[in-house]
């Protein structure tokens, strides 16, 4: 798995849709819910005629995990959800997860700390759920 500073990669061997559908499974997997989905190219084509490749973003949330992080700072939401692409590149379908220990390392409260690096350590496992079978 390739982890840049803001955010987590896998590479499949996957069709898109068919990435898509797995990365559902393994965020759920994970005990995220997938509460917003923006497809990229669609909302791309539609408003300024751009094509480009299929790209899609999905808002994961893992209700217990953002409860305590908004109960310890309740302006955290501003980071909320965790976003996760699915998007064709590179000779087959990319995932890449935000991390959330980088995307909340600018709220200076250890709670919130704590739950970044367990949502961090959750969306590594869904990750990882994607290149086991």
Same mark, same amino acid.
């Given at each position: 798995?390739?982890?840049? &500073?803001? =955010?987590?990669?896998?590479?499949?061997?996957?069709?898109?849709?068919? !990435?898509?559908?797995?990365?559902?499974?393994? +965020?759920? @997997?994970? @005990?995220? @819910? $997938? +509460? &917003?989905?923006?497809?990229?190219? !669609? $909302?791309?084509?539609?408003?300024?005629?751009?094509? /480009?490749?299929?790209?899609?973003?999905? =808002? %994961?949330?893992?209700?217990?995990? %953002?409860?305590? !992080?908004? #109960? %310890?700072?309740?302006?955290?939401?501003?980071? +909320?959800?965790?976003?996760?692409?699915?998007? *064709?590149? *590179? =000779?087959?379908?990319?995932?890449?997860?935000?991390?959330? *220990?980088? %995307?909340? @390392?600018?709220?200076?409260?250890?709670? /919130?700390?704590? /739950?970044?690096?367990? !949502?961090?350590?959750?969306?590594?496992?869904?990750?990882?759920? +994607? &290149? *086991? #079978?």
């Amino acid at each position: 798995m390739e982890h840049r &500073t803001y =955010g987590i990669r896998r590479r499949l061997d996957l069709p898109y849709d068919q !990435a898509i559908h797995r990365t559902r499974e393994a +965020l759920k @997997g994970a @005990g995220f @819910g $997938v +509460l &917003t989905e923006i497809d990229v190219k !669609a $909302v791309l084509k539609a408003r300024i005629d751009a094509d /480009v490749e299929p790209y899609i973003i999905l =808002g %994961a949330c893992n209700p217990r995990l %953002a409860h305590r !992080a908004l #109960s %310890a700072e309740p302006e955290v939401g501003l980071l +909320l959800p965790c976003n996760v692409v699915v998007r *064709e590149g *590179e =000779g087959g379908t990319i995932v890449e997860a935000m991390d959330p *220990e980088a %995307a909340m @390392g600018i709220v200076q409260n250890p709670a /919130v700390a704590e /739950v970044a690096r367990e !949502a961090k350590a959750l969306l590594v496992q869904a990750l990882n759920l +994607l &290149t *086991e #079978s």
